[in-house]
């Protein structure tokens, strides 16, 4: 596990919920911050579904000071079906969706410790064009995303 950079705004060095890549926007600087910072000041309208991911990061995630190789990969498999469902849900499953989704399973992953990198590639392992725009998907579908998230956080692919 790497350490995760400060937030640039406020430079706190405390780790972040998880570091988010945002694109320069009203009230949103470019790079990556943490959830407190863009939760706060000019993006109050972001907090509700900031301050629900960090309360599902929060349970979700494995016991504290766990080796993520160690952790049962039932915990990874439950954390991404409910993440995804989670995001299905408050998207309506629109244009998208899905893009949404992979980048909340790697803030996920970010939030436990893994680097940014290793956290694109388990998505995509998983993700990889399993679900589309204006699709809800499936049990199925969800099932076997979980499944080969939860084997490749822990290493197999």
């Known amino acids: 596990m790497t350490a995760v950079a400060p937030c640039p705004p406020?430079?706190?060095?405390?780790t972040p919920i998880a570091p988010l890549r945002i694109r320069?926007?009203?009230g949103l600087p470019r790079g990556k911050l943490c959830f407190g910072h863009v939760a706060g000041g000019d993006s109050t309208h972001l907090r509700p579904g900031f301050e629900d991911l960090a309360e599902c990061f929060s349970t979700?995630?494995?016991p504290s000071h766990s080796a993520v190789s160690s952790v049962d990969p039932w915990r990874w498999e439950r954390a991404c079906t409910r993440l995804v469902t989670v995001v299905?849900?408050?998207t309506q499953a629109e244009s998208g969706w899905?893009?949404?989704?992979?980048h909340v399973?790697?803030?996920f992953l970010a939030y436990n410790g893994i680097e940014e990198e290793r956290a694109r590639e388990i998505v995509e392992?998983?993700?990889?064009?399993?679900?589309?725009s204006w699709i809800e998907p499936d049990v199925a579908v969800v099932d076997v995303v979980s499944s080969?998230?939860?084997?490749?956080v822990g290493g197999n692919r």
């Open 10 to 14: 406020c430079s706190s060095d405390s």
């Open 24 to 26: 320069a926007g009203p």
């Open 60 to 62: 979700l995630a494995p």
């Open 88 to 90: 299905a849900d408050r």
């Open 98 to 102: 899905y893009s949404h989704c992979k």
């Open 105 to 107: 399973l790697e803030w």
């Open 125 to 132: 392992s998983a993700v990889g064009g399993r679900f589309g």
């Open 148 to 152: 080969r998230f939860a084997r490749t």
